[in-house]
């Protein structure tokens, strides 16, 4: 069973927090991320994330066709298979490069 959204948007950090989904750093004190609450399991969790992760949450949505449920892995799977598109390139090799992975010689 998917998880169940309960609210989001973005917020401002008190504190440092990082991206669930690159790891990268998502927000230092003062700055701007988004956090989602979900129930599922049981349990509610937080699921934070950047602002660049955040914004390519849609088409990794349409790109993994299930978009009530997707995680870490599969915006790796996305930012490996789009790296070199002319549309999402750029934010592809962006994810790519906050995970640590350094691109060879991206078009």
Same mark, same amino acid.
């Given at each position: 069973?998917?998880?169940?959204?309960?609210?989001?948007?973005?917020?401002?950090?008190?504190?440092?927090?990082? %991206?669930?989904?690159?790891?990268?750093?998502?927000?230092?004190?003062?700055?701007?991320?988004?956090?989602?609450?979900?129930?599922?399991?049981?349990?509610?969790?937080?699921?934070?994330?950047?602002?660049? %992760?955040?914004?390519?949450?849609?088409?990794? %949505?349409?790109?993994?066709?299930?978009?009530?449920?997707?995680?870490?892995?599969?915006?790796?799977?996305?930012?490996?298979?789009?790296?070199?598109?002319?549309?999402?390139?750029?934010?592809?090799?962006?994810?790519?490069?906050?995970?640590?992975?350094?691109?060879?010689?991206?078009?």
């Amino acid at each position: 069973m998917s998880p169940q959204w309960l609210k989001g948007g973005e917020v401002r950090a008190r504190k440092q927090h990082l %991206c669930r989904t690159c790891g990268a750093v998502a927000a230092e004190p003062g700055e701007t991320y988004r956090r989602d609450t979900y129930l599922g399991d049981g349990a509610v969790y937080d699921w934070v994330t950047c602002l660049a %992760c955040s914004e390519i949450t849609g088409a990794v %949505c349409d790109w993994v066709g299930y978009p009530d449920s997707i995680g870490a892995d599969d915006y790796a799977a996305w930012a490996a298979d789009h790296r070199h598109d002319e549309v999402w390139g750029e934010k592809a090799r962006a994810f790519r490069s906050r995970l640590g992975i350094v691109e060879d010689g991206a078009a």
